[in-house]
């Protein structure tokens, strides 16, 4: 995980720029929990945590809402029992941007304290 992503902040993004090129995603995902990954078409990253109660499932989700409010930047939250699915994707651009890295990282290190 880099610390230098999980210390950065997202830019506002409401299109007009060019998503991530696959070199530059592949390069970011590096940088991140190697549970991350990337889809198929390289428009999305994905990660899956795992809880052994539904309350800390849903703390955990209402923190990553937390880092999406003040970061500006929201994924998919998929919550179950004792799982919590985030992806990530930058709908302005159809694609991804650093802005989805960044919260990753940001959630990494929040998992880091809780799973």
Request: some cysteine; glycine content about 6%.
């Amino acid at each position: 995980m880099s610390d230098d992503l999980s210390k950065r902040h997202c830019k506002p993004c409401e299109g007009g720029v060019e998503p991530l090129r696959p070199d530059q995603s592949s390069a970011l995902l590096k940088a991140l929990h190697s549970d991350w990954s990337l889809s198929d078409d390289g428009l999305e990253i994905s990660r899956t945590f795992e809880f052994p109660a539904y309350s800390r499932t849903l703390g955990f989700a209402n923190a990553v809402a937390w880092i999406a409010t003040a970061e500006g930047h929201h994924p998919v939250l998929t919550v179950s029992y004792g799982s919590c699915a985030v992806n990530y994707t930058t709908h302005a651009v159809n694609g991804l941007t650093d802005n989805d890295f960044i919260c990753a990282a940001k959630i990494d290190r929040l998992a880091a304290d809780t799973v």
